[in-house]
């Protein structure tokens, strides 16, 4: 618990000086629970005192850690009871520490603590210790009231709340503490997967690759209302290193994707993976008949758009499908279980997990933090995209780099098809990486972000 504290005063410190200019003199409030948390919490407002500045802990329940208690009064904390007046209390405050609820918590604040949200709204920093109080550690759905972080402090290991939407969007910049525990932990529930994973993974070529072993993807896509859908993908392919592309699709999609790109071969032939149905309407019965046969040849594909609908019935782990939230939830009514959009929102995972299970194939939920998930049970997320990459066509961009992917490896996907969960994360990364060079901190358009994909891969650690 003391390395814990100290670990938490010093983020505490630094974000004093951040925003505030210092930490003598600040004015610092510790909301502290009756957990390890709140000992945690306490231990540090003991040594935040020492250092100057002016902390009042507010307890939240009936008994707290009592050495905590006795550090943080002996260091000049003063200690009251959790007042009703919350917005009184938080007035004037530089920073607010959460150590309300821990990993225990469950369901959402108590109601004597729901007004805690709208009293800190533009007020203090929030930092949590180990987690948002209101949160539940071991999922990433929010179900009920939460005190938004700032900073969230967590010790050993991420906890799934840390990883998962839409709880990892109230968990603000996450600090990972090592307390030497590390051989302790179990086998992780969920995997964030970052640059540097995705750069020890790409495949790159040899001396011996040409441009059939490095990678031949299929695409399917576009149609007479969504033209450019085929342009994305494809483009997205080549610029992810695809030794080559061939396009399937209408004659005035594949004029396009020819002006675009003229290395890219229109027509059918040899293929080692698939990206399926970005732009394609379910009513669009030629490129639907494409789509069940690339999907019969039992090939690695990305499902992507008009190809969720009237899937086959058993699919397999390397058949990645690419819904977003609307879609999955769509799929999900495909199968008998009414789950609508909303709900899907609320708990991507579940309804990731609920579709897997159902047809055997690797699912990638799109949205600020991507799941991927697999009918075996892993789950790995990305969240590396900035907020501008919600636009039109950023998922026919994703979609392209994933085939990419999938195609590089299609040898080893043979040999171990829960690799298809590794590389969906890794194209997602690899995607939000292209989105931050393109959009440089303003707006972005999607064939933008494609062009990006070459100084995203060459830029990420280790490459």
Same mark, same amino acid.
């Given at each position: ?17 951040? =925003? ?9 409030? +510790?909301?502290?629970?009756?957990? /390890? ?40 904390? =003063? +200690? ?69 972080? /700032? ?38 529930? +969920? ?68 002006? =675009? ?79 609508? =959009?909303?709900?899907?929102?609320? /708990? ?80 997602? +990364? ?34």
């Amino acid at each position: 618990m003391q390395r814990a504290a100290a670990a938490l005063a010093a983020e505490c410190a630094a974000v004093l000086r951040e =925003r505030a200019g210092g930490v003598a003199g600040r004015r610092v409030v +510790v909301l502290a629970g009756a957990g /390890d948390n709140g000992g945690d919490a306490l231990f540090a407002a003991a040594r935040l005192a020492r250092r100057g500045a002016a902390v009042l802990v507010a307890t939240t329940a009936g008994r707290v850690h009592p050495a905590g208690l006795v550090a943080a009064r002996a260091a000049g904390a =003063r +200690v009251l009871e959790l007042p009703a007046d919350l917005p009184g209390l938080l007035a004037g405050a530089d920073l607010l520490v959460d150590g309300v609820a821990g990993i225990g918590g469950r369901g959402g604040l108590r109601p004597a603590l729901a007004g805690l949200p709208s009293a800190a709204a533009g007020g203090p920093v929030v930092v949590a210790v180990d987690l948002p109080s209101g949160l539940d550690a071991d999922t990433g759905a929010v179900d009920g009231v939460v005190l938004p972080a /700032d900073v969230t402090v967590t010790f050993g290991t991420a906890k799934p709340c840390h990883l998962l939407a839409p709880a990892a969007g109230l968990c603000g910049r996450l600090v990972v503490v090592d307390l030497g525990t590390s051989g302790e932990l179990p086998a992780p529930a +969920v995997e964030r997967i970052e640059p540097a994973d995705v750069a020890r993974g790409w495949r790159r070529p040899g001396p011996g690759d040409d441009k059939y072993s490095r990678g031949v993807v299929g695409v399917v896509a576009g149609g007479p209302d969504y033209t450019g859908a085929a342009v994305l993908a494809v483009e997205a392919a080549v610029r992810a290193g695809a030794g080559m592309v061939r396009y399937l699709g209408p004659e005035h999609p594949t004029e396009l994707v020819r002006q =675009r790109r003229p290395e890219v071969v229109a027509g059918a032939g040899r293929v080692q993976a698939w990206v399926l149905g970005p732009g394609v309407s379910p009513d669009d019965d030629v490129q639907g008949g494409r789509i069940r046969d690339a999907l019969a040849s039992g090939q690695p594909a990305v499902v992507d758009a008009g190809a969720l609908t009237g899937l086959p019935p058993e699919l397999g782990p390397l058949h990645v499908l690419t819904p977003h939230a609307g879609e999955l939830s769509r799929l999900l009514a495909s199968l008998g279980q009414d789950v609508d =959009r909303a709900a899907v929102e609320a /708990d991507p995972l579940a309804a990731a997990r609920a579709v897997a299970a159902a047809t055997g194939a690797t699912v990638l939920v799109k949205g600020s933090v991507t799941t991927v998930v697999s009918a075996a049970g892993r789950v790995a997320t990305a969240a590396s995209a900035p907020p501008w990459l919600g636009t039109a066509g950023a998922g026919d961009v994703l979609a392209g780099v994933l085939g990419a992917a999938l195609a590089a490896r299609a040898d080893d996907l043979a040999a171990d098809p829960g690799l298809a969960v590794d590389l969906a994360a890794a194209a997602a +990364v690899l995607h939000g990486q292209a989105a931050g060079l393109a959009s440089a901190g303003g707006p972005l358009a999607a064939l933008d972000v494609a062009d990006a994909v070459p100084a995203a891969l060459t830029s990420l650690p280790g490459w």
